[in-house]
Every structure is written in structure tokens, then in C-alpha cells.
């Protein structure tokens, strides 16, 4: 059964930054697409980034040059780095391996 545990969450101020990791357990973590999913208070989940097995990325939209999804196959760890944080980036960060293996999720707060 596969565990993906978040951290690096908190609350940040505007324009700042912070590092989401996850940790991945089992022994297929390397074939899997690996995501960074958001769910905001009254919002549907999310995609915010996702990487592929062989490193291909993709962002939304909203946050294409201001956060950059990489992954260390090696220790099994997806990361978020997150940059130039806006009030409206607030939200429970998940992540996901695959299909259908999700994170417990990960609250980050940007505020004043």
C-alpha cells in the first residue's frame, strides 16, 4: 500500500515562498506521474503541477513561473517549490501518485 506524506506547510507572507515535500513509499513511486493538487475553502481540488516519470511538467495557469515541480526518484520525493506566494494560493496542498493515491494534504496560508 502506498503512504505519501506531506510537509513544509505553514503560513507565508505575500511574496514569499515555501517548499512542499512529499515522501512516497513502495516500489513503483519511479513509473508513476506524481502530482501537486490544491483544494481552497468552497473550491473544487485542483492540478497545480505534475511531473511525469521521465521529468515532462506541467502548471496551471496560475502559477506557471512562479512554481516548479521536481522529483528525486532515488528517495522516492516529489517537491514544490513555491515562489512569489499570493493570498490567493491559500489552500490544503495534496499529493498524488498515479491514478489514484493521494496525500493527506497540507495546509498553506498566505496572509499578512
Known amino acids: 500500500q502506498v503512504q505519501l506524506v506531506e510537509s513544509g506547510g505553514g503560513l507565508v507572507q505575500p511574496g514569499g515562498s515555501l517548499r512542499l515535500s512529499c515522501a512516497a513509499s513502495?516500489?513503483?513511486?519511479?513509473?508513476?506521474?506524481m502530482g501537486w493538487y490544491r483544494q481552497a475553502p468552497g473550491k473544487q481540488r485542483e492540478l497545480v503541477a505534475a511531473?511525469?516519470?521521465?521529468?515532462?511538467?506541467n502548471y496551471a495557469d496560475s502559477v506557471k513561473g512562479r512554481f516548479t515541480i521536481s522529483r528525486d526518484n532515488a528517495k522516492k520525493m516529489v517537491y514544490l517549490q513555491m515562489n512569489s506566494l499570493k493570498p490567493e494560493d491559500t489552500a490544503v496542498y495534496y499529493c498524488?501518485?498515479?491514478?489514484?493515491?493521494w496525500g493527506q494534504g497540507i495546509q498553506v496560508t498566505v496572509s499578512s
Open positions: 513502495g516500489s513503483t513511486f519511479s513509473i508513476y506521474t
Open positions: 511531473i511525469s516519470s521521465g521529468g515532462r511538467t
Open positions: 498524488k501518485q498515479g491514478p489514484r493515491d
